[in-house]
């Protein structure tokens, strides 16, 4: 866990700071490519959780509609602190145009739904099930079959429409969290 007071920062992820994803792979670099490619393409934002220039964090905010957030993530030894709300906090910020923010949650990660729960989010009944592929810890390659069920939260929308120039800092869990919107706003 952080120390206390450390101060959290998310952003979208961009050319530098995907080379020191890659270089250091905490968040695993095969991912960030796939991830920095899609943002790059405009289909999604990759957003980064970093502490002292650490990566410590990430999410996909996907450009479907409604917006959906995928593949929140947060590094073991940093989970607890408050860092997967600023990241989905600030999903939510950048999604205000859309009205609302769709998430997909595994039926067997509990956890995960009740932070999202907690955070406003309502289940829709919506069950998926996929199978995807990965690579075990002994490097073998195995398949998993998951169903998640999709949650959704209405967003607010804010007068002015310009929530993405603002830098929203908020006290989660003892620690500063800033979400800076230093992203620009072309895919949405
Ligand atoms: C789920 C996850 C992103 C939450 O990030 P986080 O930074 O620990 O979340 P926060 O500190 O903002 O909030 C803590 C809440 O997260 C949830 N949580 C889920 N897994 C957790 C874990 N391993 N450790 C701590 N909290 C966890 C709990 O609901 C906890 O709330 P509680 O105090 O009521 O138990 C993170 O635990 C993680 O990366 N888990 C593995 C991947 C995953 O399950 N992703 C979600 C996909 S939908």
Redesign the pocket.
Known sequence: MPAARESVTVRRCDAKDLAKIVAEDPLGAAYADLAFAAQNEERADYLVAWIGGQPV?SGQLEWTQPPELK????E?E?????????IIRHAEQLSRGHGTLI????QD?P??R???E?LGYVATGRLETYTYSYVDTAGVSRDATETAEYLEKALRRVRGNDALAQTVSAS??GKSATTSSTCGASSR
């Open positions: 964090g593949s929140l993530h947060v073991p940093h989970r607890g602190a408050g860092i997967g709300t600023a998430v997909g949650v595994g990660n956890d995960a009740r932070l999202y907690r989660i869990g």
